[in-house]
């Protein structure tokens, strides 16, 4: 991988406040580097998870904490005008309520103190094609989202990397993913339950496996039970708050840590929300969703370069205590400035 242009790509995708096209990028260095040879760099096929590794691993091994927490969640990179292709399709997105054009990105963030580090992600790819009763041809992803999750950890494993939690959101609940946490990884996790999920207190007959939603879970509390096909007790608590539009709403959420409380529970799970600052810089501080590559193999290019370019922002956070959105503003702020000068010395007629 040509490192010089991974560095000043990235430099270039935290500096471009509009879209990231690779001519702005030759322009702003007098033509030092073309626009062809950063598409070749982008189409160069070196963008794999090997990589993406050996860049962050030097950041990584000196913050490791054998407490620290692994949050799990994947996010929508909206491309409304890019044709369709193995990568850019078409996803449900929750926080809208509408299927969308664009691409979808599972990520893994390391969380310790206040760094919070990408240590791998998987771009969903359609590449499947299958005919629905139909007769319609339909195009699918050859893994799941909890399959490549647990793809993930078995890679972070491999690596070795420290950590004492995985954080996850109720979509990433099922059963494999929390057997092989437990059993496989021996860590723990805490993670949102949905309403509809069947359980029975330790000692019941099994047929009293009932839904979450109908069980008299109190707030403040941790109830000790057993969900269905899980080999392994679960401890429950209970939050309840209230939904934006003042509607009061719960959240259940599990752990396999027997020594986590109601409000110890509570805090580490509040991690999680990490990796949707995660996602929310991706898209405004590092131009995740500006490029206008188009093919396959220059959009996984880009999108590993945005994610570098994430980190780079994460080293100067940790080195200035300067979040990723007040050093955009200083960038911008900069240019501003620059321009401001420029055009005061200009003489005009």
Not at 57 to 71: F, H, T, V
Request: hydrophobic residues 30%; glycine residues 2%.
């Amino acid at each position: 991988m040509n490192k010089n242009l991974l560095e000043t790509y990235s430099n270039f995708l935290i500096a471009s406040t509009k879209s990231a096209h690779s001519t702005d990028l030759q322009n702003i260095t007098d033509s030092k580097i073309s626009k062809d040879s950063v598409y070749r760099f982008l189409s160069s096929g070196q963008f794999c998870e090997k990589n993406f590794w050996l860049a962050i691993k030097p950041i990584l091994k000196p913050i490791e904490d054998s407490n620290a927490c692994l949050s799990f969640d994947d996010t929508i990179v909206h491309k409304p005008h890019t044709q369709p292709n193995e990568i850019v399709e078409y996803y449900w997105d929750h926080t809208i309520n509408k299927s969308v054009k664009g691409i979808n990105i599972l990520s893994c963030t390391y969380q310790t103190k206040d760094v919070s580090l990408p240590i791998n992600y998987r771009v969903t790819r359609k590449n499947k094609v299958i005919t629905d009763k139909n007769g319609k041809e339909k195009h699918k992803a050859e893994f799941t989202k909890n399959q490549s999750m647990l793809d993930m950890l078995k890679m972070i494993k491999v690596n070795k990397v420290k950590y004492r939690y995985i954080l996850t959101d109720s979509w990433y609940t099922t059963t494999d993913n929390l057997k092989y946490i437990h059993n496989n990884l021996n860590k723990h996790f805490v993670c949102a339950l949905k309403s509809n999920r069947t359980f029975k207190f330790l000692n019941e007959d099994s047929k009293q496996f009932r839904k979450v939603s109908t069980g008299d879970f109190q707030p403040n509390e941790v109830y000790t039970l057993e969900l269905k096909g899980l080999p392994f007790p679960v401890y429950l608590t209970k939050q309840v708050f209230q939904n934006g539009d003042g509607k009061e709403a719960s959240l259940y959420l599990i752990t396999n840590d027997e020594f986590l409380n109601y409000d110890s529970t509570i805090k580490v799970y509040k991690k999680r929300w990490n990796i949707e600052v995660y996602h929310k810089s991706l898209k405004q501080n590092c131009s995740m969703g500006k490029a206008t590559v188009r093919t396959v193999q220059t959009i996984i290019g880009h999108l590993f370069c945005s994610i570098y370019s994430y980190v780079k922002l994460e080293k100067l956070k940790m080195k200035t205590h300067i979040n990723h959105f007040k050093l955009k503003t200083k960038f911008y702020l900069l240019g501003l400035k620059e321009t401001y000068s420029r055009l005061s010395d200009l003489k005009t007629a």
